[in-house]
């Protein structure tokens, strides 16, 4: 197994010699977070973040991510040279021979909470959602009352860009996908690196806004569009198991066996009502999703990508980035090691 940590480079208040620190780490899951999207990366600063990196005793294993452009999402005109901005900064990706891109395609957020610091009965905190909550935010403010968007949009803009959906459904944002599949995944075949598409987070739509990568259909759809071995996922547990109706081991070992998973996210929901959740610690027997088969169905398809501990609650009474502790992350990326010399043990 390939065990990453994220790393939110030199702005991130967890030191490169704390996750140094953690059993089994190799590699780090980082980005260059002062590109404005749209704009290609250069490969002098994706260098020195690797060096950064390097220096500590570590890897720089996945990018994730590089933003796509809303127009490209919107396929608006000026997505051809923004594409083309996109294929530049895998190019260098591939030059300095970081092999996967962690990316997504969803409209306006990436991510959605509704809740970053929900008390659990432990005492530790979690991220949260409930779309009855989500339903009360008042759009008219920008995003100023959205948790963790709060300066992102203000409210012109924001209606702008959902004013700019209205004309895009889900069909039509599959086709926007595939066209800049169609363009980026042959430079990065040619770049040796794996394309990996995230899944929506949460996996249904929010604001009226199309989402499509949300089942085990959709990720086979996805890596139909462009049916190269580069086209693939990360298969992320916590976004896809807050859908009840999404049999995670059945779906890890169908895209497993289609060797189409370049990239494990491992965390666990607890699923408390319709398009309601709240994160919990890594373990099976904390949340919904059970770990162990994930685990195994990946193992028996001979899966060697990067795989991360993905959000951790707060606990011990650390503060930072929610969901993005060094505590609890640690603790998960002990169990996943555990799980899985056990489950390399059996055979
Ligand atoms: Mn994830």
Same mark, same amino acid.
């Given at each position: 197994?390939?065990?990453?940590?994220?790393?939110?480079?030199?702005?991130?208040?967890?030191?490169?010699?704390?996750?140094? =620190?953690?059993?089994?780490?190799?590699?780090?899951?980082?980005?260059?977070?002062?590109?404005?999207?749209?704009?290609?990366?250069?490969?002098? =600063?994706?260098?020195?973040?690797?060096?950064?990196?390097?220096?500590?005793?570590?890897? +720089?294993?996945?990018?994730? &991510?590089?933003?796509?452009?809303?127009?490209?999402?919107?396929? !608006?005109?000026?997505?051809?040279?923004?594409?083309?901005?996109?294929?530049?900064?895998?190019? /260098?990706?591939?030059?300095?021979?970081?092999?996967?891109?962690?990316?997504?395609?969803?409209?306006?957020?990436?991510?959605? *909470?509704?809740?970053?610091?929900?008390?659990?009965?432990?005492?530790?905190?979690?991220?949260?959602?409930?779309?009855?909550?989500?339903?009360?935010?008042?759009?008219?403010?920008?995003? &100023?009352?959205?948790?963790?968007?709060?300066?992102?949009?203000? #409210?012109?803009?924001?209606? /702008? +860009? +959902?004013?700019?959906?209205?004309?895009?459904?889900?069909?039509?944002?599959?086709?926007? $996908?595939?066209?800049?599949?169609?363009?980026?995944?042959?430079? @990065?075949?040619?770049?040796?690196? !794996?394309? /990996?598409?995230?899944?929506?987070?949460?996996?249904?739509?929010?604001?009226?806004? #199309?989402?499509?990568?949300? *089942?085990?259909?959709?990720?086979?759809?996805?890596?139909?569009?462009?049916?190269?071995?580069?086209?693939?996922?990360?298969?992320?547990?916590? &976004?896809?198991?807050?859908?009840?109706?999404?049999?995670?081991? /059945?779906?890890? *070992?169908? +895209?497993?066996?289609?060797?189409?998973?370049?990239?494990?996210?491992?965390?666990?929901?607890?699923?408390?009502?319709?398009?309601?959740?709240?994160?919990?610690?890594?373990? &099976? @027997?904390?949340?919904?999703?059970?770990?162990?088969?994930? $685990?195994?169905?990946?193992?028996?398809?001979?899966?060697?990508?990067?795989?991360?501990?993905?959000?951790?609650?707060?606990?011990?009474?650390? !503060?930072? !980035?929610?969901?993005?502790?060094?505590?609890?992350?640690?603790?998960?990326?002990?169990? $996943? =090691?555990?799980?899985?010399?056990?489950?390399?043990?059996? =055979?």
């Amino acid at each position: 197994m390939y065990l990453t940590f994220r790393w939110f480079g030199a702005a991130d208040p967890i030191p490169l010699a704390h996750i140094r =620190q953690i059993p089994g780490i190799r590699g780090v899951v980082s980005a260059l977070y002062d590109v404005p999207v749209g704009a290609p990366w250069s490969r002098e =600063q994706l260098e020195r973040l690797g060096r950064d990196i390097d220096a500590a005793g570590l890897t +720089l294993a996945v990018v994730e &991510s590089i933003p796509v452009h809303e127009d490209i999402k919107l396929g !608006r005109p000026t997505r051809d040279r923004l594409i083309a901005n996109y294929c530049e900064s895998v190019r /260098a990706m591939g030059e300095l021979g970081i092999p996967v891109l962690c990316y997504n395609f969803m409209p306006v957020f990436d991510w959605m *909470r509704t809740e970053l610091a929900m008390p659990l009965a432990d005492g530790s905190t979690a991220l949260a959602y409930d779309d009855r909550a989500l339903r009360a935010v008042n759009l008219a403010h920008g995003t &100023s009352d959205l948790p963790g968007w709060a300066a992102t949009y203000g #409210p012109g803009e924001l209606q /702008a +860009l +959902l004013a700019a959906y209205r004309d895009v459904d889900t069909e039509r944002l599959w086709d926007h $996908l595939a066209y800049f599949l169609e363009r980026v995944v042959p430079v @990065a075949e040619e770049a040796r690196v !794996r394309m /990996a598409i995230h899944p929506d987070d949460p996996p249904w739509s929010i604001f009226g806004l #199309p989402r499509i990568i949300c *089942r085990g259909p959709d990720l086979e759809r996805l890596v139909g569009l462009v049916d190269r071995p580069a086209n693939g996922v990360t298969f992320c547990t916590g &976004s896809l198991g807050a859908r009840p109706d999404n049999d995670l081991p /059945a779906m890890a *070992r169908r +895209l497993g066996e289609m060797g189409r998973i370049h990239f494990a996210h491992c965390r666990n929901v607890r699923i408390t009502g319709e398009h309601q959740f709240h994160e919990t610690p890594h373990p &099976s @027997a904390c949340g919904g999703v059970d770990l162990r088969e994930v $685990l195994r169905a990946l193992h028996d398809t001979g899966f060697t990508g990067p795989m991360r501990p993905d959000h951790g609650r707060m606990i011990w009474g650390e !503060r930072g !980035r929610p969901g993005y502790g060094l505590y609890d992350r640690a603790l998960g990326a002990m169990y $996943l =090691q555990g799980l899985w010399e056990g489950i390399s043990n059996d =055979q």
